[in-house]
Every structure is written in C-alpha cells, then in structure tokens.
C-alpha cells in the first residue's frame, strides 16, 4: 500500500482545511488509516484513526470536536476535515494504514506511511 497525503496549507486561525490521504495498491479498503502529526522538536502526535469500513472512529482529545476523519473505499482515500483550526494545530501531518484492530495510537504500529503535508496556522 502506498499512500500520499495532500491538501496542507498556511491558514488563519479559526478557519478550515480538508487533508487527503490517497491510497494505490491492493487491500487499502482492509486498512485501519490513522492520521499523525509532527511539530518541529516534537515527537510525532496521534490525530484520529478510522476502521477499514467507517464505522468507527478515534480521535485525540486536542482534536476531538473540531476535525473530522471519514473514508471513501470506492475512491481508496481517507479525509482529515480540520474546523476552528489554532496555531497550535501547526505540523506536518502524515496519514498511515494498520492491519491492526482497536484502538491503536502509537506510530510503530502502522505498517504504511505517507510523505506528509505542512499545515501553518497563523495567529
């Protein structure tokens, strides 16, 4: 599985993005896809993570709220809506799949990652 993430962008606090995460290769839609995050000095954050079908959704507290993670398995692509967006939701974001079930929030249990895609909140 090969995934690309897309859609970062400088915004202003209080406004929205929609990150994409694309998948190619085969067994996407068997996936649980998270989404991460990594400011500069820090070690890489937990965002949401999504079940292979939809169904079930996880997010981190900081976030809970305000982003929204979905999928589309006919299109193979996970999306990040981000709302009310703060400076502190500065960071490179990287989107990742796991054949794993659960909750699972740590980076070493992803099998596959993205390249990421800078997002910039100005205050």
């Known amino acids: 599985v090969q995934l690309q993430a897309s859609g970062g962008g400088l915004v202003r606090a209080g406004n929205s993005l929609r990150l994409s995460c694309a998948a190619s290769g085969r067994g996407f839609s068997r996936y649980k896809v998270g989404w991460f995050r990594q400011a500069p000095g820090k070690e890489r954050q937990f965002v949401a993570h999504?079940?292979?079908?939809?169904?079930?959704?996880y997010y981190a507290d900081s976030v809970k709220g305000r982003f929204t993670i979905s999928r589309d398995n006919t299109k193979n692509t996970v999306y990040l809506q981000m709302n009310s967006l703060k400076p502190e939701d500065t960071a490179i974001y990287y989107c990742?799949?796991?054949?794993?079930?659960?909750?699972?929030?740590?980076?070493?249990?992803?099998?596959?990652w993205g390249q990421g895609t800078q997002v910039t909140v100005s205050s």
């Open positions: 990742a799949a796991s054949p794993r079930i659960g909750t699972i929030v740590i980076p070493t249990l992803y099998d596959y």
């Open positions: 999504i079940s292979w079908s939809g169904d079930s959704t």
